[in-house]
């Protein structure tokens, strides 16, 4: 026969004393008396009582306070996620506290530290690929994390994300089904950021198995701006022979490459096709709207919530969530002049 | 009532509020786990003591954390991140860390927020705007905390501040489409409360119209919250009515942005049949076809003016409380003359 679960109150009275010291005799032992403190354990381990979830946070000394920290907060890019992040730790009372390492992942690695100095119970990443003395750090202080954007290929980490290569491999594909043959890419900076290589090396795979030639000078790397993604575009009309198509790497690179060709009154996509990655808001307003990979935001935000707080909860750890995305196909890609005649 | 003190202790509070240490902690940690009625207690005895939990937060609050707190209401709008960032470069330039804490346009929360940055130590702390809950203006002189509030001017001289004078931006900006010849108008603000932004932005336009002797009436004044789909809800509930306006100013670019998708979407043409602006000029608003009029904000310089602000003063420097950064009317392709005044004067 089970019996109902020991309440506070349970011990509390076996132990002849009030609900608050038992509280305080479990949470913070050093405020009672020795007496007191004894009295109460053997209590709860008699009834079986197990602290209730303010009871445990106030023993384990949890601050309810999570931490994200993004690559920058220079765009939208992580916005939308991290709302959503926010909103769902919000419902189970959790703050969401932000840093940003700007594309350093030595800087990570301080920015890290401070967040967990300052008190922090959990801690959501950006991507695949951290610095090893991140995940010691981590595991030295007993932090759980999750990675986001980006799936872990070593099992090791707990992560939400999708497949960057694989998502890149179907743009590249798509424009080869559509007659493209001359194809450009404007791509983020690799260098610490596996989502922009992993982005690369799908184009790159697909194209190979097309057996089409993918010119390193048709590869340009690019700090994720407007303005960079318009220098880019503006490198690639000045080529002897122009491509076709350009990929690019995210949305604000296209926007600001769209913009160029505007600029130059290069027709998109009659003259060249531009495509994006992300599909944040501004994406589908711009005229042509832009063809690109939608990335379910909100729905990676709300995940990363969910799987923190199943590791807040004593969860299992390392998990991978892989969340589906979508090519959207709108304005800025056509078959390439020479085909569409 | 009780004079606030400088370092009250957990058991202050207990005893003020009448409870035990553990429920006061339980208040603070849990406010969902107590009864309302203990919880008010507790909340008002923290407020009248100006107490900040933690013995040790409070212990390593006393020395430099080189951490830098700022509470914005939200990432999901370009120019706080534009704004945002320029602060935490500066602040990395100079040794500190910034975190950063969403507030979501909720006072309550952002009281919640902030108290909680202060709890876990930080050396100094940026705000957003002028309007904040009492208690948030009580906890940061309690704590001698150094701060700076960003985008706004403080009319009291009460708070040091870097910001702008969104009410003389939102006069230029009325007083462009008027000299083009608009009579009239309409408006899809920001959510006014707990924004003085969003306020002052509406006051201006007001001013500038009553000046001319120009009313904005109730079925053409909407308040949203800032998103592209606000403006194109907006965009259409406006031009829904019998007589639509010829000029809708919008509370920024990116209800101004939703508000000329919207048109595109109803074949309304703009400029011909009808202006539209924003305000902030977002790097986006240069770029759309045509480009927006809206009035340019220099919102990096504010960012690392509010950081060298904040460096200097926690460096014992003397700094200016005020510094008004000039705001500067971009005038480009989505306004022109009314269809009704290009008419009157090809008659004439």
Known sequence: MTKPAAKLIDVARLAGVCNATVSRALSRPASVSAATQKRVVAAALQLGYVPDGAARALRAQRTLTVGAILPTLDNLLYAKATHALQKALDESGYMLLLACHDFDLANEVKVTRSLIERGVDGVVLIGAEHADELFALLADCGIPYVLTW???????????????????????????????REIA?????????????????????????RGIEFLPQRVIEAPYTLAAGRAAMHGL???????????????VLAMGAVTECHAQKVAVPEAVSVTGFDDIEAASILVPALTTVRVPMRELGYAAAQQMLVRLDGGPGARVTELAVDLI???????PRAIAR | MKSPRKNAKLSDVARLANVSTATVSRALMLPHKVKPCTLTRV?????????????????????????????????????????????????DAAGYTLLLACHEFDAAVEVRLTRALIERGIDGLVLLGTSHDPQLYAMIAQRHMPYVLTWALDESGAHPCVGFNNRAAALQLTNHLLDL????????????????????????????????????????????????????????????????????MCGNDVLAIGAIAECNTLGISVPQQVSITGFDDMEIASLLSPGLTTVHFPTTELGQLAAAHLLSRLAGEHVARQHELPVELKVRGTTAPPVRAQLRRAQR
């Open chain 1, 150 to 180: 980006a799936l872990d290929t070593s099992g090791r980490h707990p992560c939400v994300g999708f497949d960057n290569r694989i998502a890149a491999t179907r743009v590249a594909n798509y424009l080869v089904d559509i007659g493209h």
């Open chain 1, 185 to 209: 890419m404007i791509s983020g900076v690799t260098a610490g950021n596996d989502r922009a290589r992993e982005r690369l090396a799908g184009v790159r795979e697909a194209l190979a198995a």
């Open chain 1, 237 to 251: 009309l000045a080529a002897a022979v122009r491509p076709t198509a350009v990929i690019c790497a995210n949305d």
């Open chain 1, 329 to 335: 196909v709108r304005g800025t890609t056509a078959p």
């Open chain 2, 43 to 91: 909340q008002d005895a923290v407020r009248s003591l100006g107490y900040v939990a933690h013995g040790a937060a409070r212990a390593l609050a006393s020395r430099r954390t080189h951490t830098i707190g700022a509470v914005i209401p939200t990432l999901d709008n370009a120019i706080f991140a534009n704004t945002t960032h320029a602060l935490q470069k500066s602040f």
């Open chain 2, 181 to 248: 010849g608009h009579r009239e108008f309409a408006m899809i603000s920001g959510v006014t409360a707990n924004n003085e932004r969003a306020r002052d932005r509406l006051h201006g336009v007001r001013e500038a119209l009553a000046a001319r002797g120009i009313k904005l009436s109730a079925e053409r004044m909407i308040e949203k919250h800032y998103s592209l789909a606000s403006g194109r809800e907006g965009l259409r509930t406006l031009m829904a009515n019998a007589r639509p306006p010829t000029a809708v």
